[in-house]
C-alpha cells in the first residue's frame, strides 16, 4: 500500500506557481519522498527527491516540513505541458516504488 | 537518443498466447525493473534485475518470465495469455541497486489480451 495521501486532482492557471501538497505521516527516518510525474501515454518521469532538507532543481522545488509528515512539490511557472499525473512517493526500499493514485494537475490557459 | 526504450509499443494478441517484450537501456545503469500498470492506473513493481541477477519478484505468477541477457537489456516474456494481463507493462533502470537513485522509465508497451 502506497504510504502517501494526495488530493486527486487540482487546477492551476498558466504561469503561476503549482503547489502539490502530500501527506506521509508514518514516514520513517531513512525514507526518501520522490516526486514523478506520468504524462498521458508516456512513462513516469523523475522530478526530484529528497530526505530532509529543501531540494530545488530544474524543474521543481521540494518543501518537506521538519517534522517529515508531509510535503510540497512546487512548479514555479506552470505551463500547459505540466499538465500530468504527479505521484509522491515514499521509496521503501532501493528500487521500489510503491505508486498511490496521484495528483492529477490540470494546467489552464 | 531513448535512454530507456521498449518494443512493441503495442500489442495486441489472443488469450493463451506467448509473447515477449523487450527493453533495453543506453544509460549504463546497473538495475533494470518491470512495472505493471492496470487499467485502473496503478503501477506496481513486478520485477527488478541487477547485472543479470534477479532482485525483486512480487509474487508475479510463473508465467511471466524475465530475462536479463545483459545488463542493458531484461526482456519479459508472458506465456499462456489470459484477460486480465491487458494492462500496460513499464521498463524501468536506475544507477546502482543498493542504492535510491531515480528510476528512469520507458515508454511503455500497452498489451491488450483478447
Known amino acids: 500500500d502506497a504510504k502517501t495521501t494526495q488530493p486527486p486532482s487540482m487546477d492551476c492557471a498558466e504561469g503561476r506557481a503549482a503547489n502539490l501538497p502530500c501527506n506521509h505521516s508514518?514516514?520513517?527516518?531513512?525514507?526518501?519522498v520522490y516526486w514523478y510525474r506520468q504524462i498521458h501515454s508516456q512513462g513516469p518521469q523523475y522530478i526530484i527527491h529528497?530526505?530532509?532538507n529543501n531540494e530545488t532543481n530544474e524543474m521543481a522545488s521540494l518543501i518537506i516540513t521538519e517534522d517529515r509528515k508531509s510535503s510540497t512539490l512546487i512548479l514555479p511557472h506552470a505551463t500547459l505541458r505540466d499538465t500530468a499525473v504527479y505521484y509522491c512517493i515514499v521509496r521503501v526500499a532501493p528500487g521500489k516504488l510503491i505508486f498511490g493514485q496521484g495528483t492529477t494537475l490540470q494546467v489552464k490557459p | 537518443d531513448t535512454a530507456v526504450s521498449q518494443t512493441p509499443k503495442y500489442l495486441v494478441t489472443q488469450m493463451g498466447n506467448d509473447k515477449s517484450i523487450k527493453c533495453e537501456q543506453n544509460?549504463?545503469?546497473?538495475?533494470m525493473y518491470w512495472y505493471k500498470q492496470d487499467s485502473k492506473k496503478f503501477l506496481k513493481i513486478m520485477f527488478s534485475y541487477n547485472n543479470k541477477e534477479l532482485i525483486i519478484n512480487e509474487t508475479v505468477p510463473n508465467r511471466f518470465s524475465p530475462k536479463s541477457p545483459d545488463k542493458a537489456h531484461l526482456n519479459l516474456h508472458i506465456n499462456s495469455l489470459e484477460l486480465g494481463d491487458s494492462a500496460v507493462y513499464f521498463c524501468?533502470?536506475?544507477?546502482?541497486?543498493?542504492?535510491?537513485?531515480?528510476?528512469?522509465f520507458g515508454n511503455g508497451t500497452r498489451l491488450t489480451v483478447t
Open positions: 544509460l549504463g545503469h546497473d538495475t
Open positions: 508514518t514516514i520513517s527516518g531513512n525514507e526518501y
Open positions: 524501468a533502470s536506475s544507477q546502482g541497486q543498493g542504492d535510491y537513485s531515480p528510476l528512469h
Open positions: 529528497g530526505l530532509k
